[in-house]
């Protein structure tokens, strides 16, 4: 069990190294805020943030892994700020109440990286490390929780409206399919990230240990195939996406 979850969470870093960097050479061209904001995010999130917890769970050494769980964790939010900003900047530029949501969102991030880095470095044994988690975890649950579901509440939104724009002509299919997909991508890490909440709180260890990580690995290799077909995705895919779109026009 424990080698399927290692393998579905190095296919998570690969595919989300693959995709932030994709998306990031695109940033460099366009000098694009929106693309630099999520390559940078994916990167940071699946290149970094993940490997790093995951290394510091195996390793024997108290004080080198909770070194690794602080630097996972402040390039976990750093990468969730970065997706906050994303959907601010495409979904709702020039709304106050967006640049309100990042301020606090920065704010929040900023208290959770410093408090929780001093709890863990502060600790001695793995029953002081894993104490200090628990009374953190929160923070890092409800902050996903919130970036994801504002991201695919947002694509949805906006998916919504332009749909029906495609059978008239007047929007790209392979856009609109973007938004859906992305909106999709919002609602499985919802779902992943209750589920690994609900899992790390309920006191079991095996359901905290083993089964956290590994639905938090199933949820994390969907994710990555939507977002291949969202932005790396094969000539097949998107040469149906438009097949659909033109049967539909016609219809």
């Excluded at 939104?157 to 609109?176: M, N, Q, S, T």
């Excluded at 590994?214 to 094969?234: E, H, M, Q, R």
């Amino acid at each position: 069990m424990q080698i399927m979850v290692l393998t579905a969470l190095a296919t998570l870093c690969v595919v989300w190294i693959v995709v932030g960097t994709k998306i990031l050479l695109v940033a460099r061209r366009s000098r694009g805020y929106a693309e630099f904001s999520l390559g940078l995010s994916f990167f940071l999130m699946g290149g970094i943030g993940v490997p790093l917890n995951a290394a510091g769970r195996l390793l024997a050494s108290v004080e080198v892994a909770q070194v690794l769980a602080v630097i996972s964790s402040a390039f976990s939010v750093a990468g969730l700020v970065l997706l906050f900003s994303f959907t601010a900047h495409v979904f709702h530029r020039g709304r106050r109440w967006a640049q309100v949501v990042l301020v606090l969102v920065v704010a929040v991030g900023l208290y959770y990286v410093v408090g929780h880095g001093i709890e863990r470095l502060a600790s001695e044994t793995r029953e002081e490390a894993l104490a200090a988690q628990l009374r953190w975890t929160l923070f890092a649950v409800v902050g996903a929780l919130l970036a994801f579901a504002w991201a695919g509440v947002s694509a949805f939104g906006h998916w919504w409206k332009l749909r029906k724009r495609v059978a008239f002509g007047l929007a790209d299919p392979i856009v609109v399919n973007r938004m859906l997909l992305w909106s999709l991508f919002g609602l499985i890490s919802v779902a992943t990230t209750v589920t690994a909440g609900l899992l790390f709180y309920s006191g079991n260890a095996i359901a905290r240990d083993l089964i956290q990580p590994t639905t938090t690995s199933l949820g994390g290799l969907a994710d990555s195939v939507i977002l291949l077909l969202a932005f790396a995705p094969p000539k097949a895919y998107l040469e149906a996406v438009r097949r659909r779109a033109a049967a539909g026009a016609s219809a």
